[in-house]
C-alpha cells in the first residue's frame, strides 16, 4: 500500500497543450492566403453574412459632426469625478431607462 501510494507521486510530468479554435485555424489559414485571394474571401462572406459592413461617410459635413461629438465626450470625460460611476453618469443622461 506505501509503495503504490509513492508511485503515485513518481508519475512522470504531463505535458499539456492549448487545442486551437476553429476559429483560430481558420484565421491562421486565411492570413495565408494572398492579398487577392482574401480580398475574395472577405467579399464571399460578407455575401454569406446577415450583417453588412458599410464604409464610414467621407462626407465633411458629417466628419466634421463626429469630431464635435467626440470633443464633446472627452470634456465630459475629464469634467467627471473619479467618486462618480458610470451609472451616475448614464443615469444623469438618460434617466432611469439605464437601470
Not at 508511485?7 to 492579398?35: F, H, P, Q, V, W
Amino acid at each position: 500500500c506505501h509503495g503504490r501510494r509513492k508511485n503515485e507521486y513518481n508519475r512522470g510530468m504531463t505535458t499539456y497543450t492549448r487545442r486551437r479554435s476553429a476559429y483560430g485555424n481558420a484565421l491562421e489559414l486565411a492570413l495565408k492566403l494572398s492579398a487577392r485571394d482574401q480580398r475574395r474571401l472577405r467579399a464571399e462572406l460578407a455575401r454569406r453574412s446577415r450583417a453588412k459592413l458599410v464604409r464610414p461617410s467621407q462626407n465633411p459635413t458629417v466628419l466634421h459632426e463626429a469630431r464635435l461629438l467626440a470633443e464633446e465626450v472627452r470634456q465630459t470625460l475629464q469634467a467627471a469625478t473619479a467618486a462618480q460611476s458610470l451609472d451616475d453618469e448614464m443615469r444623469g443622461l438618460r434617466g432611469r431607462s439605464w437601470l
